[in-house]
């Protein structure tokens, strides 16, 4: 059984910086990759970042893109999402997710329970 568990959201200024933790447990098919997306109520899904075996390894949405970087520690099995510069449009819950290995991606297969986001002017 696949859990993924994230952490470390909270409450910043604008301008303030976070860092998302995902713990992956349970068995995952080796063809998935790890992404995080965000969705805010009312508001449409949206790809933040994912980090692929293949290609230039990670991806990020253009609305993040230079303030947000994708990571993880294998040995730990712990996926982060490093969050700079931070917008009140970054407001949101944010999920760990394993993903299709495209861009953006198609498929969102396992996602955990999601963490608040919330910035402030």
């Known amino acids: 059984q696949v859990q993924l568990v994230e952490s470390g959201g909270g409450s910043v200024q604008a301008g303030g910086s976070l860092r998302l933790s995902c713990a992956a447990s349970?068995?995952?098919?080796?063809?998935?990759?790890m992404g995080w997306f965000r969705q805010a109520p009312g508001k449409k899904r949206e790809a933040v970042a994912a980090?692929?075996?293949?290609?230039?390894?990670?991806y990020y949405g253009d609305s993040v893109k230079g303030r947000f970087t994708i990571s993880e520690d294998y040995v730990k099995n712990t996926v982060y999402l490093q969050m700079h510069s931070l917008k009140p449009e970054d407001t949101s819950i944010y999920y760990c997710?394993?993903?299709?290995?495209?861009?953006?991606?198609?498929?969102?297969?396992?996602w955990g329970q999601g963490t608040q986001v919330t910035v402030s002017s």
């Open positions: 349970g068995y995952l098919q080796s063809s998935y990759c």
């Open positions: 997710a394993a993903v299709d290995c495209s861009w953006p991606p198609l498929e969102y297969k396992f």
């Open positions: 980090i692929y075996t293949g290609g230039s390894g990670t």
